[in-house]
Nanobody, 122 residues
Framework: QVQLVESGGGVVQPGGSLRLSCVAS????????MGWYRQAPGQERELVAV???????NFAESVKDRFTISRDYAKNTVYLQMNSLKPEDTAVYYC????????????????WGKGTLVTVSS
C-alpha cells in the first residue's frame, strides 16, 4: 500500500554536503510523521531527524547543528540536507513514515524505505 523510495546517497568528502530525498507513494491522504534513521556497520539503527505534520522536529544531538529536515506535504516527500559531513555520518539512511492515512483509514505502523548509502571519506 505504501512505498518509500529514497535517493541522493553517495560518496562525499569530509566537510561536504548531500541532500537526501524520500517519496512516499500510494493512495495517501496524509502522513503524520516522516523522517530519517540511519544504521552504520555493526551499529543499531538510530534516529537522525523527524518532522511531524505540525512542523515539530526532532534531531539526534550529533547532527543538530549540521542537518536540516523539510517536507513537501503535497508531494508526500521528505528531505534531509546534510552539511559539514563527517566520517562518522557514514551509514545507510532509511526513510520512515508513521501515521499514514489512506482513504480515511489510519495506519499506525511504521513504513520503511530500503535505504540509501552515504559514505563520508577522503
Amino acid at each position: 500500500q505504501v512505498q518509500l523510495v529514497e535517493s541522493g546517497g553517495g560518496v562525499v568528502q569530509p566537510g561536504g554536503s548531500l541532500r537526501l530525498s524520500c517519496v512516499a507513494s500510494g493512495s495517501i491522504s496524509s502522513i503524520n510523521v516522516m523522517g530519517w534513521y540511519r544504521q552504520a556497520p555493526g551499529q543499531e539503527r538510530e534516529l537522525v531527524a523527524v518532522e511531524t505534520r505540525t512542523g515539530s522536529t526532532n534531531f539526534a544531538e550529533s547532527v543538530k547543528d549540521r542537518f536540516t529536515i523539510s517536507r513537501d506535504y503535497a508531494k508526500n516527500t521528505v528531505y534531509l540536507q546534510m552539511n559539514s559531513l563527517k566520517p562518522e555520518d557514514t551509514a545507510v539512511y532509511y526513510c520512515n513514515a508513521v501515521g499514514v492515512v489512506i482513504a480515511d483509514a489510519f495506519y499506525g505502523m511504521p513504513y520503511w524505505g530500503k535505504g540509501t548509502l552515504v559514505t563520508v571519506s577522503s
